[in-house]
């Protein structure tokens, strides 16, 4: 792997109705090769790859209300090697990728009741079209830890068994990591959920919540060579989760749960035509989780 070398920026106001920041990164991935190196030439890559991520938070809250927001959008110069393609159809690309992240919800405190809280979140990239044209639409962030649902952000290194070929089996490029909108060899993705907590009266060390996410690809066409990928499916899948937590103190958590995890379209073309054909049935998970923090 190619030494990166990532250098930022992240400057915040506190002190307003909306806390706001704004944050500059750029992460360089140095090349081995010789200056010149045609850059889809995978032994021997040239020039290096100049990535920049920049944009702004703002986080706005009041009477127990609150809405989180992120943008952040891409520039430099994309020379990485993409899988399956050769120089020059590998010519070095622009970056110009844009993300967007909003978490909204409210806290209502029902007396002899407790506390209930609705929330939404919805992740958005804007996706590449394909991977031959000069201009890298897709989103690619340098380190990414947006990681929702129970069963698809737990498994994001090719962990999780769907049909028996892996959820990131599935997905264009193999292991890929399933944490953030996207990367440099997959395709964007669209991530929307909803949810409920609730935190009974004479009980305020549990919390039990239920969630819903959906999870989709922005685009159909996915693969280096430009062709729809799973005849043009772009669902992923759904996943629906029920956790209890139980704040043991400020420093230790428990929570414990079911999780499961309906492959999609995408998953379910995937399988299909894999020799052997694999299967997509649903997955379901019992989990039990002990955080403590130091």
């Known amino acids: 792997m190619n030494d990166t070398t990532a250098t930022g920026i992240d400057v915040g106001v506190k002190k307003l109705p909306v806390k706001a920041n704004v944050f500059i990164w750029n992460a360089v991935t140095h090349a081995n090769g010789q200056l010149g190196t045609a850059p889809g030439t995978a032994s021997t890559p040239g020039l290096n790859d ?9 986080r706005a809250e009041g009477m127990g209300a609150w809405i989180n927001a992120t943008v952040a959008l891409n520039a430099g110069t994309n020379r ?3 899988a399956g393609i050769t120089y020059p ?7 110009s990728g844009k993300a967007l992240l909003l978490d909204l919800g409210y806290k209502a405190d029902i007396s002899n009741v407790g506390g209930i809280t609705p929330w939404a979140n919805f992740g958005w990239g804007s996706g ?3 991977a031959r044209s000069n201009k890298n639409e897709g989103f690619t962030a340098i380190a990414s830890d947006y990681r ?27 292991g890929v ?13 669209q991530i929307w959920g909803a949810g409920l907590k609730a935190t009974p009266a004479g009980l305020s060390k549990l919390t039990a919540g239920v969630s819903y996410w959906d999870f989709n690809y922005q685009y159909a066409t996915l693969g280096a060579t430009g062709v729809s990928a799973a005849n ?3 669902h992923i899948g759904s996943e629906f989760d029920l956790q209890i937590d139980w704040a043991h103190s400020e420093n230790v958590v428990l929570d414990a749960g079911w999780a499961v995890f309906n492959p999609g379209g995408y998953v379910k073309e ?17 989990f039990a989780d002990l955080g403590i923090k130091f």
């Open 128 to 130: 590449r079209h394909d």
């Open 232 to 234: 043009g499916n772009r």
């Open 177 to 189: 990591s399933t944490a953030g909108l996207g990367n440099r060899q997959i395709g964007n993705r």
């Open 80 to 82: 990485t090697v993409t």
């Open 270 to 286: 995937q399988n299909r035509t894999t020799s052997p054909v694999t299967g997509t049935n649903s997955v379901n998970m019992l």
């Open 89 to 95: 159809t590998a010519a070095s690309a622009n970056y």
């Open 148 to 174: 929702p649902g129970v069963i698809y952000g737990r498994f994001n290194s090719g962990a999780l068994a769907l049909g028996g070929s892996g959820l990131a089996g599935q997905l264009p490029g193999g």
């Open 50 to 58: 100049n990535l920049w991520v920049y944009g702004a938070k703002l």
